[in-house]
């Protein structure tokens, strides 16, 4: 790493403070280069860190976050935070288990305050120290939130402003606007926003100072800060910004990538004790062209090579997204009811491909997922056939929709799950582990999952018939399994499972992806003398009943393996059937997530700590099958037996 | 009903199209009468509905809603709505199983286009109608979204308006703004809509829609529009009106209750090929003073009693939300690090008292539940032990916020979740049924049910001490059970249950309320010779695994008792235990909610159709009890039998 000058010897923010302006200007060249060279070689977000060098160069010069409080928001934008916290060591292991973590990480560094990684948080948690230092008395520790365009008019955040404008105290939101979501911004307020890029406001300041201190009480630093604001050439006070409405005193736009005055700004806003939102304008993707001319490409990129002006991209197998996507589009194509949706992750879905294809069918509603929902369940109550594609660990923010506006009312909402179970380098935050557990409880849902493309073709074909109430479809963050495209599998039928392979030793039923390692253990554990029967589930809910029935009856070991929380998963669903028909369960053996976290490091790798992969199953397969039989039940009508633990229990 | 000239004859909205404007205020004092005469004897919403009498007319008299659509948000305020569209026949039997629901209900009437009762999702699911007409080619029917000035503020509607603001069509958002929360607005926003209750804009009608014109592209209509305007005197257009940033040309504020200038609003406004915000300022309770002048109180008051200017409202017992508020106010007292915090459910929840007498520690953030929990997580991080109170069923707004934002960072935020189960009157839109089975795959959270006021205080004081993570503790909307007050109960102690009635023949398991039915059923089951032992389960998650281990060696049968949906519930977390632990589960027994909907009707009338009542319990028992034995399980040797059935389902 001797290429570096400054960055190898940073270990904590106060070292950059000696800096001349030049000193940090060579430091933020120092830190494009170090994420963009790693991010080459690893993947993992580009374009989002590159934009907010400077703006976290002058944060962290102008703040003591040893002491004052950062908040993130996604925080895939934390990499030069990282690089200025101590953590430039852990940069060339990034996104691995043993590395850098792609967002911010309270395990990592007391730098970072809260993991985060969904959109819209930052502002509600900052609110939140905000009133908790003021009520422990701490009121010297300045907030500061961090948040970019497309997030800022998510729900939750709109909510966190709304109540933000209420402080009484310093309160510094910085609006990262570089005029791009993951994919395109949308909604009419990102419109808004163009407005300022448009227009940027130079001059007129003491007139326009005057009308935003009519507006809003907030004290001396304001007219302290107009007056300065007078020297200031590149600063100014936007009129009525859509913020001012949440009583935010609204400052900007400015420069994102200008560092002194980045600086300048912030040592002022620093003091006003009012809630206040900078508006800071950014390129995403600053500091190299490939990156700043295709900041969605370069977002969240695989590993790729930069030769001269030539970039290209290391070409992954077929993702389960790109299966989905084609699968949509002849849907699409023989149906002009069918309508896609996603909220915000236009190419993390496939969603992009379709809007291209279908642009009237096709929508990206941004970073709102409970909008999602319920305008697809307005759609629906017209007739149309509404697919809204949303990663699992997303749809968590619209359960109530889907409770209230499509279950309740029986609308035949389809529910595509992408990134469902583990999803290994973005770690914990993303994780899909509980969407048959929060789905299920509701009534008229079908729940299902497609171990390969075939299944998924197959699955969306299943969805795209049934009108009879909402349905979901999981599948994972991965490649789909090598035979997959050419392969024709039987039609999904309601709560039918799928015979994968036969047997006669024991039975492993696997939802959806996970069957594909058990075909692989089935091999193992033949080499070892026994024939496992291997299902695909296909649905949690309804579960095949009959099957359950016949094998229960057969008194082979069941095992069933799931990319799923094992508590509150596809196995107790299972078992739950059972129980329900008066079957025994003690033949039934469940493999699924343990109830803890798993952080970032690849998929095979996250799967293998959760044992849910071909070793893990051949290993409990093996534990069981080996195993002495178990002791029977107690009689029922053993009285004196039945009674002896009660009254241990009671100490009589 | 001969009391009223109009209201017994209107079938349909078009009824009322020939009436004179002095026939429609005629009208409008019958319906006053007629919601108030009800709602004195039976409950239910009164203020909210006697605000929007005008504006339903208007809506009904310029508008065809057989043909037009109208979306209510929340609801509440749809018995107007109701009389105009053929329902006063129901209205004696209002909020009863065979009367007319509190809320819009499809089931009802092709009138009531979604089942609502949460904020925030009439401008979606609107927006979602809108495009799927615009998609069927039906673009003549006009799109109507009825929003409350609180409902306005949530994120949902946030994001809802966002996207409307990108529409290419006729959109009408009409803010019904009574300046009232279900309690006070919060937020900075609601200080906003004040701005316009103080000034009310009359004149400079012609400087001003020219502003707004210059601002929005939106076609003719507005030129037409605005050149009307010049002969009306009580409208106006709102400059810079919040939501003009939202891209939606925004006009009012205007008088509700001004029947002329209502319609010809909004027959102006029918027109614009464009998304409008209709601006509408009402009073809450409108029409009898001790409403208007309380109309906290009167939002969804018991039944009542009026004599003159006396009003008295019937009391009835003591609820879990009192005993709750008084049990927080005790904790609060003695720890001053302790927060309590509610999103605009104020009286609903027993924050009011305590917002009363902790106004620094107590807070209504308004309608805003993602917002709430995240701004507890933030106070958490600081060290302070915040309790949101939340109902059960609007928890699951805050699903995601309480994966990353309280699980994945192990903050102990404390959960309380009010009318948890089967709610009465208010019927499917506001059952909590689904907080087990959407909170339970959380790694580090506690769940926990209360059965009475002494439990209740136990487990308030468990959660006060549990720092280790989150934990949540449910209660019913019901009164707590006569003896409660007095009664001192053991502590909680992590994952242990509480034995209450001995017995050696069968042992209920109860999650909280149903305990105290499980009481009944043990006295009525003695009477026929049998001993049950009663358990208070108090712990979802962690189980009782000592108790259960105990019990299943008993072998005596378990039956467990819960006023949450059966699939995925308190008993299935136990037949999960069970089978990680290798137990058997043929013994035990599960009654809790079906899997379908129930809707409005008396709380012990829904619990008695769920079967989770004494009675239900007894059946239950009786028929386990004196069942024949079942079989025993197939031994596990037996490779023959066990072959058959998958050859049978290989069909060789």
Request: with cysteine.
């Amino acid at each position: 790493m001797s290429e570096y000058r400054f960055l190898p010897h940073i270990t904590r923010p106060a070292d950059i403070r000696p800096f001349t302006i030049e000193e940090l200007q060579e430091l933020a060249q120092e830190m494009r280069h170090a994420i963009c060279g790693q991010v080459s070689k690893t993947g993992g977000h580009l374009a989002p860190n590159l934009g907010v060098v400077e703006l976290t160069i002058a944060l962290h010069y102008v703040f003591d976050f040893s002491h004052d409080r950062l908040l993130f928001d996604v925080g895939h934008q934390c990499y030069p935070h990282k690089l200025l916290t101590g953590r430039f060591d852990k940069l060339d292991r990034l996104r691995q288990s043993d590395g850098m973590a792609g967002f911010p990480e309270p395990r990592e560094s007391p730098y970072d305050l809260f993991s985060v990684g969904h959109a819209g948080t930052g502002v509600s948690t900052a609110v939140g120290m905000a009133r908790g230092d003021q009520l422990n008395g701490q009121t010297d520790r300045k907030v500061v939130a961090l948040v970019g365009d497309s997030s800022i008019v998510n729900g939750l955040a709109m909510e966190g402003l709304n109540n933000a404008g209420t402080l009484k105290r310093q309160f510094l939101v910085v609006l990262n606007d570089n005029g791009m979501s993951i994919g395109p911004p949308q909604g009419a307020v990102s419109g808004y926003f163009d407005k300022f890029r448009i227009s940027e406001r130079y001059g007129d300041l003491k007139q326009r100072a005057h009308e935003v201190l009519k507006k809003l009480p907030v004290g001396q630093y304001v007219e302290e800060l107009y007056h300065r604001f007078g020297e200031m050439t590149k600063a100014a006070l936007a009129h009525q910004h859509l913020f001012e409405h949440f009583g935010l005193l609204c400052i900007g736009p400015i420069d994102g990538h200008d560092l002194p005055t980045l600086i300048e700004m912030l040592e002022e806003v620093k003091k006003i004790d009012h809630p206040v939102l900078l508006h800071v304008k950014t390129v995403k993707g600053k500091g190299f062209d490939f990156s700043s001319d295709d900041p969605t490409t370069f977002h969240s990129p695989k590993p790729f090579t930069v030769e001269g002006c030539r970039v290209e991209l290391k070409s992954g197998g077929r993702s389960f997204t790109t299966a989905y996507a084609d699968a949509m589009a002849e849907i699409m194509k023989r149906d002009d009811k069918v309508i896609a949706v996603t909220a915000g992750m236009p190419d993390g879905t496939g969603l992009a491909q379709l809007i291209e294809e279908f642009p009237e069918r096709a929508f990206d509603v941004g970073i709102a997922e409970e909008h999602a929902v319920d305008m697809c369940a307005g759609m629906a109550k017209t007739g149309l056939k509404p697919f809204v594609t949303i990663y699992s660990t997303f749809l968590q923010r619209a359960v109530d929709q889907t409770f209230q506006d499509v279950a309740l009312q029986g609308l035949p909402v389809r529910f595509c799950m992408d990134r469902a179970g583990l999803v290994g380098g973005d770690g914990a935050v993303h994780h899909g582990f509980m969407d048959i557990a929060m789905l299920r409880s509701l009534p008229g849902m079908t729940l299902m999952a497609a171990m390969d493309e075939a299944n998924l073709k197959a699955a969306l074909k299943f969805m795209h018939a049934h009108d009879a109430g909402p349905s979901a479809v999981r599948y994972p963050r991965d490649e789909v399994p090598d035979a997959a495209p050419a392969k024709e599998v039987a039609p999904f039928e309601l709560g039918r499972a799928n015979l994968l392979a036969e047997g006669s030793d024991a039975a492993i039923l696997a939802y959806g992806f996970p069957a594909n390692h058990a075909l692989v253990a089935r091999e193992q554990l033949e080499a070892r003398g026994y024939k496992i029967a291997v299902y695909d589930a296909r649905f949690a809910k309804p579960i095949d009943v009959e099957l359950i029935k016949g094998l229960i009856a057969s008194g082979v070991p069941i095992l069933t393996v799931e990319d799923h929380m094992a508590m509150g998963g596809f196995g107790t669903c299972l078992i739950e059937a059972c129980n329900e028909h008066g079957l025994p369960t003690q033949s039934v053996h469940r493999l699924g997530l343990p109830d803890r976290w798993i952080y970032q490091g690849g998929r095979a790798e996250q799967q293998r700590e959760a044992g849910i992969d071909a070793d893990g199953i051949v290993r409990k397969l093996t534990s069981v099958l080996e195993a002495p039989a178990l002791p029977a039940a107690a009689p029922m009508d053993d009285r004196s037996r039945a009674a002896a633990p009660l009254r241990r229990k009671l100490g009589v």
